[in-house]
């Protein structure tokens, strides 16, 4: 078994590095192998490469919408999307249909996503975010431990506080 984990985003604008700050705590805290931490500043197509011989992705990213420093994941569904921008902006789902068709990778992949307050200009996380990091590592490392010992169902999706 071997699992990539992805966090991606801009350490420069505030929370929005926040999936680069669980994917550097989760590189830290995982001694095991079978375990890779990959962080971007965006997904890109050639992220695909990374897919082969993997059963797992987790991508892991600042979200809008909710109450500040709220964990939410959720199974990614591989899909076709729009190829047009394809080499500026890719969505998860995207990836991971593309690997399949072009590389015959196909791991599971998996979101987890912490919600962000601010995207203003710096590199400090707002304390909601901050405070979110240990349980967005806790979700992800969790997903690891699943798809390595799957309970015989596929996750739902989830959202803690």
């Known amino acids: 078994m071997a699992a990539l984990v992805i966090g991606y985003g801009n350490p420069l604008r505030q929370d929005d590095g926040a999936g680069r700050a669980v994917a550097d705590a989760i590189e830290q805290s995982t001694n095991g192998p079978g375990v890779r931490v990959i962080t971007v500043h965006q997904l890109t197509p050639e992220l695909m490469l990374e897919f082969q011989g993997v059963s797992l992705v987790v991508f892991v990213d600042a979200a809008h919408g909710a109450p500040a420093g709220a964990v939410t ?27 399949d068709k072009l590389y015959n990778a196909s791991p599971r992949g998996f979101m987890v996503t912490i919600a962000a307050a ?3 200009f710096g590199e400090e996380l707002s304390a909601a975010v901050r405070e979110a990091v240990p349980r967005a590592v806790e979700r992800v490392e969790r997903l690891i431990g699943t798809a390595v010992n799957p309970p ?3 996750p739902a999706r989830e959202q803690a506080g």
């Open 73 to 99: 994941s959720w199974e990614l569904t591989p899909e076709p999307g729009d190829n047009r921008e394809f080499t500026h902006h890719c969505e998860p789902g995207n990836l991971l249909y593309q690997a």
């Open 118 to 120: 601010q995207f203003g």
């Open 152 to 154: 015989g169902h596929s």
